[in-house]
């Protein structure tokens, strides 16, 4: 009786001296932090992905707080609306950003492109990206290892078996941008997200001659510019023997789709083709 | 006790199928395609245009810049095309096309074999030479010859390392040199002695290319300063600072350059152009490439002209064998698996090697054991498995605190992996990120 | 023609395989196994087959069904910790009390770290260990060796450790001891069924450094650490403490040296750190050994220094060119 008694008078001692000096000493050292960081902080995802630029969450919140206003901070996960809530937090303006989404320019399938070699090394783009051209002629396109779908956070970005190249998952993805940094071949670009996710892009970055590039790729864009003869919004544009479409200026009327010979240009999310309602196209901004 | 480098190393089973075959000369293709960057750093710029008819040995592209050569027909005809063609990674890269017309040559180019060993030239004269000659590290480095043999202001070459070691298991051409062109590479020695004012000229060779060891010390004989060192057979003995540790004891810093312990490192290929260039007028537009395999019918070496498709080298040594897997380009330890064999051959196309079914497959890879084979075999002294997973990872800090820069590519580290991990892959994309990252924060 | 390959440099490999390697060193630890059949007879044959049957089917339970990995029980390392384990017990142990220590020994000290290439502790010795600290009775009552009997009789004895143990705790001289060195070197002594005979082990060093398995600087480092801080010991008092050849040739000194010391997954990467892993072990034991409440340190050793690999990975780096 006597042991336990004595065990656990000392122990409370021990306990009671170390609080004691912990309080002095975390009075002695304590540093003055704005308590708004970790306000800021708490709104905010807490994914630590470091989409925005900078070290994680915390870092973020930082900048935010000292920043005198939140231009070009933007934290692509949470989007406008934890912006707002941020700027609403600390009594600023939060500027309006367009939702982005990440869109994978490459249609080269195994049905498209094939193979004219087979790689066998470490499975990652970056590797063979710094050996060579890739499994097949198109020097350009999806090295197929899956170094975006390794870097996503959000489980948004998946390698189909099918066609060999990523699919992103429209509901998942939010813009971080970690697969387009991952990217080797550039082939991902953040563009706007559209309205009901719907999206026109070229689905290929090849600045080969369009001889070259079709023979590698039988989806390749050959940068014959009817599309660009097409579109009457001004934006497309061609360089290097590859139309782009500027995301910012496109209306969404979906022309330049159906005169592109390769089928190059790809639309996601519309409604069959017959159904086309004019109201899509005033709608979007 | 024969000399050698004291850390690490490994020694891969040499397979020297054609260290008997004498050198022969591949015809002349119907077509070269001579790529304007055979070189580290700025491409040429070319000076002819389409349609053009060039003779053997004129410039057709200059060198940009002062980390550059100089780029000259190897054939005399017409200018096809001065564009794009797909190298052996698959790239497109710009080139020049040339039809071939006739055997014109450039008219001071002396064609007689003839030897010539009295030079009359001042240093300047032959560095001019060696310059406009388009001469680069033959070794397959192919670092343009001129800038090697300026030293930077402040520091004095002391000696010069000729690199005779072919460590590479198959790879003959330079050995094939040494014995069928001694007098020739010597007298390049000389030159290169005579441009860089040293008196001291050590020939590395290793122990397994005894005929040639013994043809040269034969030569040397009369020649002072020359000596001719036989190695022990190590790989990579071949690497510069491997080389300078095991020719003269002394270690390169970390990131210096070989100049720092009064060393420069050429290749015998190299003596042999320069000689070439500077008494015979005539600038690099062959060399000596082995074609080897294990399959291959006939393993020979072959003296090529610059930018004949390496499809043509492969018929002249019984055509592709039926199991081929794997055409590489240069050794199996650091040579570059190609994807396409019409590619043309290059100033530092050393070698050719085709390996046939398994051979040329990969083992299947197992997990890290940690047991520090790669450590001992990494000659720089480097921890490989620690490397690999930082650079997997994206730690170029850490990485560049690790001396990832120090890598020297030899691959020792996968060989002797017993896991079969892609070691080397992985160091070798972080060595290219660290080093890309150093770049930028210098800026 | 067919398609051709692309891969990064080298296109060659040494054939070096981990399988290779893992069969080399139990090709190496026949020489001890045939000792302990001489001396131990069938009940080394029994206790040790249990224990590799043991951990090779707990290994493939739990990568199957656990960690739903592909089983890769026959690359050899799951058999080498179920002989080490085997031959760091008394031959005459209870077959029940070997399959609890392959349990701990792959489930706790192998599995729960990722599997081979993860763990922090040499798996054997964290069954072993385990074993002696639970069941101290069945694992300190060795069996009298008698050469080239199936079926020694059921005497037991004290290993030369403990006859040392005891004679320094009660008093008397060291000095006093009878040694015979002869029978320590042969292996016809008491003691754990692997670790008795001295020729042995160094058959089997002797094996893997010629295959090149293992490199000499741990072995020699716990060696000669033990010899001199030993021999130190005893220069000061000869009655009190024993030779410092009298350490080498007993208990597990041997096999933990050569074959524990050296295991891949939990010794330093740099031969420098290898050194003072082999320093740190060597000190360990005799302290233990002399000081301790064990008359055997070795397991311990070795599980001490286990835990300050990586801190001697990140200090003690190789030579750098």
């Excluded at chain 2, 003959?172 to 007098?183: F, I, N, W, Y």
């Amino acid at each position: 009786m006597n042991t336990i008694l004595i065990t656990v008078i000392s122990l409370c001692a021990i306990g009671v001296v170390a609080a004691i000096i912990l309080y002095f000493v975390a009075q002695k050292f304590k540093v003055e932090e704005d308590p708004r960081i970790d306000t800021v902080e708490s709104l905010l995802p807490g994914a630590n992905c470091g989409g925005c630029g900078y070290p994680g969450c915390r870092g973020f919140s930082e900048t935010v707080v000292k920043s005198e206003n939140m231009d070009g901070l933007l934290c692509p996960v949470g989007g406008a609306a934890t912006m707002s809530a941020i700027a609403t937090a600390l009594g600023r303006n939060a500027a309006a950003s367009t939702p982005k989404i990440a869109v994978v320019r490459c249609n080269g399938s195994c049905e498209n492109r094939p193979h004219t070699n087979k790689y066998d090394g470490a499975a990652s783009c970056a590797v063979v990206h710094s050996l060579y051209a890739g499994e097949t002629g198109c020097s350009y396109g999806c090295l197929g290892c899956g170094d975006c779908v390794s870097v996503c956070k959000f489980d948004a970005i998946a390698m189909s078996t099918e066609t060999g190249l990523p699919v992103v998952a429209d509901e998942n993805c939010v813009a971080c941008g970690a697969c387009v940094k991952a990217c080797p071949k550039g082939i991902i670009e953040l563009r706007n997200k559209g309205v009901r996710n719907m999206r026109i892009f070229v689905s290929c970055i090849n600045k080969d001659k369009g001889g070259i590039a079709r023979k590698a790729c039988s989806a390749a864009c050959i940068g014959c510019g009817k599309c660009f003869k097409e579109c009457s919004f001004e934006a497309i544009k061609i360089e290097n023997n590859l139309a782009y479409i500027d995301f910012t200026k496109c209306k969404m009327c979906r022309k330049c789709v159906a005169v592109c010979p390769t089928g190059a240009i790809h639309e996601l999310n519309f409604p069959p083709r017959k159904q086309v309602v004019p109201t899509v196209e005033t709608k979007e901004e | 006790m024969l000399a050698t480098f004291k850390i690490g190393g490994v020694h891969p089973p040499e397979n020297k199928l054609s260290a008997k075959e004498g050198i022969k000369v591949l015809p002349v293709p119907e077509q070269v395609i001579i790529p304007l960057s055979q070189h580290i750093g700025a491409p040429a710029t070319p000076v002819v245009g389409k349609g053009e008819t060039v003779k053997i040995g004129q410039l057709i592209a200059k060198a940009e810049g002062f980390v550059s050569a100089n780029v000259h027909s190897s054939v005399s005809g017409k200018v096809v095309a001065v564009d794009n063609y797909i190298d052996a990674s698959g790239f497109s890269k710009p080139s020049i096309t040339i039809q071939v017309e006739g055997k014109e040559w450039e008219e001071d180019i002396i064609i007689s074999s003839r030897l010539e060993c009295n030079i009359t030239y001042t240093k300047d004269e032959i560095l001019k030479m060696i310059a406009d000659a388009g001469i680069v590290g033959m070794g397959g480095a192919t670092f343009p010859t001129k800038v090697k043999l300026s030293p930077p202001p402040g520091s004095k070459a002391e000696v010069l390392i000729i690199n005779g070691v072919e460590c590479e298991p198959y790879l003959t051409s330079d050995h094939r040199v040494m014995l069928e062109k001694a007098e020739e590479v010597i007298v390049g020695v000389q030159i290169l002695m005579k441009v860089l004012g040293v008196n001291q000229a050590i020939i590395g060779i290793e122990n397994n290319k005894k005929d040639a060891i013994e043809k040269l010390q034969a030569i040397t004989e009369k020649k002072i300063g020359i000596i001719v060192m036989p190695l022990k057979v190590k790989y990579p003995q071949g690497g510069e600072k491997q080389l300078i540790k095991a020719a003269v004891g002394k270690s390169v810093p970390s990131g210096g350059l070989p100049i720092a312990v009064g060393a420069v490192v050429q290749n015998v290929g190299t003596a042999l152009a320069v000689y070439e260039a500077v008494m015979k007028k005539k600038p690099l537009i062959e060399r000596v490439v082995t074609i080897t395999g294990k399959s291959v019918k006939n393993p020979g070496n072959y003296l090529c002209r610059i930018g004949t498709p390496i499809s043509k080298l492969i018929e002249a040594a019984g055509g592709m064998p039926d199991d081929a897997t794997k055409v590489i380009g240069g050794g199996p330890m650091m040579g570059r698996a190609m994807t396409n064999i019409e590619a043309p051959i290059t100033k530092g196309t050393s070698g050719i090697l085709i390996m046939s079914g398994k051979e040329g497959i990969r083992n299947e890879i197992k997990t890290c054991i940690r047991c520090s084979k790669c450590v001992s075999a990494c000659p720089m002294g480097l921890e490989p498995y620690l490397l690999r997973t930082l650079s997997e990872n994206g730690m170029l800090e850490e990485c560049e605190k690790e001396k990832i820069m120090d890598c020297i590519e030899c691959g020792s580290c996968s060989y002797t992996c017993p896991a079969c991990l892609p070691l080397l892959d992985y160091i070798r994309l972080g060595k290219g990120k660290t080093g890309a990252m150093i770049r930028s924060r210098k800026k | 023609m067919n398609t051709l390959i692309i891969s990064p440099s080298p296109h060659i490999h040494g054939g070096d395989s981990i399988s290779k390697n893992m069969y080399g060193v139990l090709i190496a630890l026949i020489p001890a196994f045939i000792c302990a059949v001489i001396f131990f007879g069938l009940g080394a044959i029994l206790v040790t087959l249990t224990s590799v049957v043991a951990c090779l089917i707990f290994e493939y339970l739990i990568q199957k069904f656990l960690l739903k990995q592909t089983p890769t029980i026959w690359d050899g390392s799951a058999i080498i910790t179920g002989v080490l384990l085997a031959f760091n017990v008394p031959s005459n142990l209870p077959l029940w009390i070997i399959v609890v220590g392959a349990l701990v020994a792959i489930g706790i000290g192998k599995m729960s770290y990722g599997g081979l290439g993860c763990n922090v502790f040499n798996p054997a010795l964290v069954g072993r260990v385990f074993l002696l600290i639970s069941f101290p009775v069945q694992m300190t009552t060795w069996q009298l060796p008698e050469a080239f009997a199936l079926l020694p009789d059921a005497n037991t004895g004290a290993t030369p450790l403990a006859l040392l143990k005891e004679a320094f705790t009660s008093g008397r001289p060291v000095s006093e001891l009878a040694i015979n060195y002869k029978d320590l070197f042969l292996g016809n002594n008491a003691g754990s069924l692997g670790e008795i005979s001295v020729l042995a082990m160094l058959l089997g060093f002797a094996y893997m450094l010629i295959r090149k398995i293992i490199s000499w600087h741990i072995p020699i480092a716990i060696f000669a650490t033990i010899f001199v801080f030993g021999g130190i010991l005893h220069l000061i008092d000869p009655t009190h403490y024993i030779t410092p050849v009298f350490h080498l040739m007993t208990g597990g000194v041997m096999l933990g040296a050569i074959f524990m010391a050296t295991d891949y997954v939990t010794s330093p990467m740099s031969h420098k750190g290898m050194i003072i892993f082999g320093i740190g072990i060597g000190v360990l034991t005799v302290v233990i050994r002399i000081f301790g409440a064990y008359p055997e340190g070795m397991s311990f050793a070795i599980l001490i220094m286990n835990a300050f690999v990586p801190l001697i990975n990140r200090y003690f780096k190789p030579q750098r060119f």
